[in-house]
């Protein structure tokens, strides 16, 4: 795990669109996994910047993290349509190559276990990641298993209430959602965690340096063989050995790329 240190959330963006673009501009069929949430926004802008200067995403796929269930297609909260929003629909990549789990499917654990191969067959080269303040990432709240695979899960009540934010009410965020499992997501190549803020200060330094534990889902990280974690000053602001990923980070040698 490489923990990266930058001076501000602007240079965390700046870093995890170059990891992107480059997968983008080396690989015949490089597939992206996105997420949702704030976290990510700066890097899809810089992403679609470059998009404007010349980066074609037109032999690229892309998978999606996680699903509510309950919401109408095209409601405007689903993360299909936000991905699509923010992302997808400003660039060239093909929308019939954007892949997301089927939430209407009348047998859903069918569904979810389709979704898992199509994510597993078509290999993920980078997944961008964002961390919940319980640790969660994708929708995998506490208590996960560690090798869990696409499934639907119940989502908590702090998780609910910290994306009410996004609806009119409380009442109107889904209770149930299907998401990619830790396993899941630990058979993507290049795993990038991205946190800026005082808030991702806690979960971070425990995903990072704390024990691994069903309780920090995001802890499972540990034992993937390329995770790159991009940071604030902020959320630096609770790990122990801080120091050591500056210095590190400083003396890189110059052809190892992150």
Partial sequence: MEVVIAPSPDDVADLAAGIVAR??????????GLATGSSPLPT????????????????????TLDE????ADGHPESYRTVIRREFVDQIDLPVERLHSPDVHAADLAASCSDYDRTVVDLGVDV????IGGDGHIGFNEPGSSLSSRTRIKTLTDQTRTDNARFFDTLDAVPRHVVTQGLGTISDARH???LATGG???LPIAEMVEGPVSASCPASVLQFHPHVTVLIDEVAAHELVHAGHYRETYRN???????
């Fill in 23 to 32: 997968a983008v501009s080396t690989l015949d069929t490089p597939v992206i």
């Fill in 44 to 63: 899809y802008a810089r992403l679609i910047a470059q998009h404007r200067a010349g980066l074609s995403f037109a032999h690229a796929s892309a998978v």
């Fill in 68 to 71: 509510y269930v309950g919401l």
């Fill in 127 to 130: 997944q961008l990641l964002g």
């Fill in 191 to 193: 795993l990038v965690m």
């Fill in 199 to 201: 808030s991702k200060a």
């Fill in 252 to 258: 890189k040698p110059s052809w190892q790329q992150l």
